[in-house]
Every structure is written in C-alpha cells, then in structure tokens.
C-alpha cells in the first residue's frame, strides 16, 4: 500500500507559466515532506522541504504548500523554465522518528516546453 | 556533484549470482542510505547506516545485505539474483542521519540481471 503518492505520472507546461505537481499521503504520523528533482542518468538533488508546522515553504521559483487535514501537499514553480524538465519525487517522514528513513512517491515527470 | 560516489555504474549479470555494490559518502556524513528504484516504482529505502552501525530498516530482502566499513564507506551485496532485482541502487548520505537532514544522492548504479 502506497504512502506517498503522485497520482499523475507526467505533466507538460509552456516555459514561463506555473507548474503544480501534487502529492498525496495516507499515514497521518508524517510530519515532514521534501522534494527531489531527478535529471536522466542522475541521482536525485533535493529541492525544497516543509515540516507540519507550517503550510507554506518558499524558495525562489519554488513553493511547497502543505494541507494537513486533506494530506496533501503541492510544489509550484513560477515561472516554469526549460531547465526544470526532470522527474520530482514527492518524499514524506516522520520527524518525530528516530530514523531517517524517507518514503518516495512514485514521481511526476515535468516537461517545460520553450 | 553531490560529493557521493557510487561504483560501479553499470552491472550485468545472471540469475543466481551474486554482485557488491559499493558506494563513498560525501566527506562528514556519518550516515549511509540505500534505496531500489524499480521500472514504474518510487525510490524504495532498503537499509540506513550511522556510523558503522545499522539504524534503520526498510523493504530489504533476506537476499540482500549491507555494511558500513570504519571509513564509513558502505556496500550492499546482493545475492540468488532473480529477473526482478534488476533495478537503479541509490545510495545517499546525510550527515546524521535524521529525516530533517538532506539528503545527498548519489548517481547509482544500475543493474541488469538476465
């Protein structure tokens, strides 16, 4: 049974407008949420992080929205560019664990068209 | 660069044997991480190492094993291979080990069992 969630596998945006992936997970003891973007032939590079205390994390182009009681979260990017064309893993854990241990989404592929 | 290095890049073999994956954590990361990336799967933790020692466990076959070395290098050693184990091994490296901590990918290794 799948945690985390991208219910869509791919996603295609014209260069300059807003890209939003969705995420979606179903244990309620996660309290931290990243993302990773993952060029071909690469290993992921992480992205942006949100923890459950806030609900709004900005970094430059990227914002990261989380919404507790739907257990959803959202990373928009604006303005979207070629160069943001990867895979972005959606990854949930729980801070209140000792481990570090992240559970993956399965990834949304975004293409930026010029 | 994330500063992890994983070796070797690419890995055929057959069904029943056995192979080493190994992987170099970014310099003061005390913490080692492996995960399996199967066709149409997310990232799947398999095994944390801190510091020599195994911190937490994930979807991680009977088959498959790993260590963390003094140097704080780690190799994962899988064996019995089967058609299904063909998959992209990540490791990555953090250096503590919480889930607040990034982190750091390396580029995998990709294996093919035929």
């Known amino acids: 049974d799948q945690q985390v969630k991208q219910n869509s596998p791919s996603l295609s945006v014209q260069e300059g407008r807003i890209s939003i992936l969705n995420c979606d997970y179903t244990n309620s003891m996660f309290d931290y949420f990243l993302w990773y973007k993952k060029y071909p032939a690469e290993g992921p590079t992480f992205l942006i992080s949100i923890s459950s205390i806030k609900d709004k994390n900005e970094d430059g182009r990227f914002t990261v929205f989380l919404n507790k009681s739907a257990k959803h979260l959202s990373l928009h990017i604006v303005p979207s560019q070629p160069g943001d064309s990867a895979v972005y893993f959606c990854a949930a854990s729980a801070l209140g664990g000792s481990q570090g241990n992240l559970i993956f989404g399965k990834g949304t592929k975004l293409s930026v068209k010029p | 660069d994330s500063g992890v290095t994983q070796t070797p890049k690419h890995l055929i073999t057959a069904t029943g044997q056995r192979v080493t994956l190994r992987c170099s954590p970014r310099?003061?990361?005390?913490?080692v991480y492996w995960y399996q990336q199967s066709l149409d799967q997310g990232l799947q933790f398999l095994i944390q190492y801190y510091n020599g020692e195994e911190r937490a466990k994930g979807n991680i076959l009977e088959r498959f094993s790993a260590q963390q070395f003094p140097d704080l290098h780690s190799e994962l050693n899988l064996s019995s291979l089967e058609l299904g184990d063909s998959a992209l091994y990540f490791c990555?490296?953090?250096?503590?080990?919480?889930?607040?901590?990034?982190?750091?990918f390396g580029p995998g290794t990709r294996l093919l069992v035929l």
């Open positions: 310099s003061g990361d005390l913490s």
């Open positions: 990555a490296s953090s250096v503590g080990g919480f889930p607040a901590e990034t982190q750091y």
